[in-house]
């Protein structure tokens, strides 16, 4: 008969017995039943009767796994019979490799008595899921996972929990231990996920475990990616609240303490963004500015409302803002544009915009002007004539051409 151990004399690892594991978890059927009813006694003269407490798998054909003496004790939250299991001989390096680990299985019901008794016993940290461990909001269990080897920023979700999450006991530890480069690049990363998310509990949260609003960071869809902290490919949570127009973000994200700010109008989402920017200060060259609202107000998509890219324009003309210099390779692409915005007022309006020479240099102008495209649509819209765009053309064209191959291939 193989040798009993009494968890009450022998509580410590290692266990000085070893069992031969079941070929099927079917043979322990009964076993499991007593498990989860909690009858310790039963148990132990399964024990005393030498009978197999694992086994080697617990699949069946056709039909549903039978789980685990260990897990079910785990569930029922019976830490006795985990002993007793542990003690007598029972391998954690035979459960079977599911997701949800035997540790998984204890953090998920906060059975926090048999996660020591499993890690006292030997059970691998390592295996352990991310979430199960911040979700305990145990700053003690959180630390002692981390120092065990567990890295949370190598879980691709754990920067995308802490943009919204509002679990205060994390960001204390985090505020703690943010001298460890991989949690400050999550904490980083994070605020720039809370940003574009409009998540405003959790982006002042991260603030305060000292995220740094100003630092380049990739998201974190492409953290961990080749080439992800590559300078194109990294923006700063105060940009991203520019682009994205989170205006009320920008006093916590100190924006007016940003280095290049007087770059960041020409990035901005809308006219109130572009204005509180204006505020805080004006650019020195307006050119940038201008030409991005050109762009939003004749994309090369069907534009959303036109009023607020109007908005911003006229309040450029106010603000003494005038469109300077255009690179060469940008002028066809701008005059394309404005071929193909279908809006005739918001053409005429902008042309007449671009006409006054207190918004745009006259020879800007004459060259945006002088082909004899923009010609025939100028005098089309003026005598209110319909025109058609390039993109309408091309589109109606290939619509046309498929409308043809479907006759001479119908039957």
């Known amino acids: ?6 968890p009450r004399s022998n509580p410590e690892p290692p266990a000085r017995v070893s069992r031969e594991p079941a070929v099927n978890g079917e043979e322990l059927r009964e076993l499991v039943q007593l498990c989860a009813a909690g009858r310790v006694y039963d148990v132990e ?38 002993l007793l299991l542990l003690c007598n001989g029972y391998r954690l390096d035979l459960e079977a490799k599911d997701w949800n680990s035997v540790l998984d299985e204890a953090l998920n019901i906060r059975a926090f008595d048999i996660v020591d008794l499993l890690l006292q016993w030997g059970a691998d940290p390592n295996r352990v899921q991310t979430c199960n461990v911040i979700d305990t909001y145990k700053t003690d269990l959180i630390d002692r996972f981390w120092r065990a080897g567990v890295d949370y920023t190598a879980d691709a979700e754990f920067v995308l929990s802490l943009a919204h999450t509002v679990n ?28 574009m998310d409009d998540e405003e509990l959790p982006a002042n949260l991260l603030l305060w475990a ?37 205006s009320r973000f920008f006093d916590v994200l100190r924006i007016e303490a940003m280095p290049d700010l007087e770059a960041q109008a020409a990035h901005a989402h809308d006219s109130g963004t572009l204005k509180k920017l204006v505020a805080l200060r004006p650019p020195a060259d307006w050119s940038p500015v201008i030409l991005a609202f050109i762009r939003q107000l004749c994309p090369p ?79 089309a819209l003026n005598a209110g004539a319909r025109y058609l765009t390039p993109h309408q053309k091309m589109s109606r064209a290939a619509e046309h051409r498929r409308r043809a191959a479907e006759r001479r291939t119908s039957p």
Request: charged share 30%.
């Open 301 to 379: 998509w069907e534009p959303r409302s036109s009023w607020d890219a109007r908005d911003a324009l006229e309040f450029i003309g106010s603000s003494g803002g005038r469109l300077t210099t255009v690179p060469s390779n940008e002028m066809r692409y701008v005059r394309r544009g404005l071929l193909d915005l279908r809006n005739a007022d918001d053409f005429l309006w902008l042309l007449r915009w671009l006409k006054n020479a207190k918004h745009c240099e006259p020879a800007i102008h004459e060259e945006l002007t002088r082909t004899t495209s923009m010609h025939k649509k100028i005098e």
């Open 168 to 195: 205060k006991p994390l960001y204390g530890w985090l505020r703690r231990n943010r001298s460890d480069q991989r949690l400050q690049d999550a904490l980083d990363v994070a605020l720039l996920e809370a940003v």
């Open 45 to 82: 003269r399964w024990i005393q009767a030498g009978k197999p407490l694992q086994a080697i798998t617990y699949k069946r054909p056709g039909k549903a796994s039978v789980l685990s003496p260990l897990r079910t004790a785990i569930r029922k939250k019976h830490g006795d019979l985990v």
């Open 210 to 246: 000292g995220a740094d609003p100003h630092r380049r960071v990739p998201t974190a869809r492409e953290l961990g990616r080749p080439g992800s902290w590559d300078p194109d490919s990294v923006s700063s949570s105060a940009e991203t609240a520019i682009t994205f127009g989170r």
């Open 1 to 6: 008969m193989t040798k009993f151990v009494d």
